[in-house]
């Protein structure tokens, strides 16, 4: 059974920074592209950051330059590092694999 946990969400201030994990089992880790997503309120899930196998990574064009994502495959999880962080980040965070999903963590930026 494939599980993925989130975790490392929480309220923060502007311009402020988030590290974001989420810890996977079920799955042969090392060899599976992984992927952050977020969802704002009332919006619909976009993509915020991939890394393959071997550690290449895409992200949203919008985010770049501000989140990093990287992966610890000892440890079958996969980081997110969020900084300058602006009110707009504030969504829930998925961490995905394949067609599985996590249950998510809510990250919230104060103005």
């Known amino acids: 059974q494939v599980q993925l946990m989130e975790s490392g969400g929480g309220l923060v201030q502007a311009g402020g920074s988030l590290r974001l994990s989420c810890a996977a089992s079920g799955i042969f880790f090392r060899l599976n592209y992984m992927r952050w997503y977020r969802q704002a309120p009332g919006k619909q899930r976009e993509l915020v950051a991939s890394?393959?196998?071997?550690?290449?990574?895409n992200y949203n064009e919008s985010l770049k330059g501000r989140f990093t994502i990287s992966r610890d495959n000892a440890k079958n999880t996969v980081y997110l590092q969020m900084n300058s962080l602006k009110p707009e980040d504030t969504a829930v965070y998925y961490c995905n694999v394949i067609q599985y999903w996590g249950k998510g963590t809510l990250v919230t930026v104060s103005s």
């Open positions: 890394i393959t196998s071997a550690g290449g990574t």
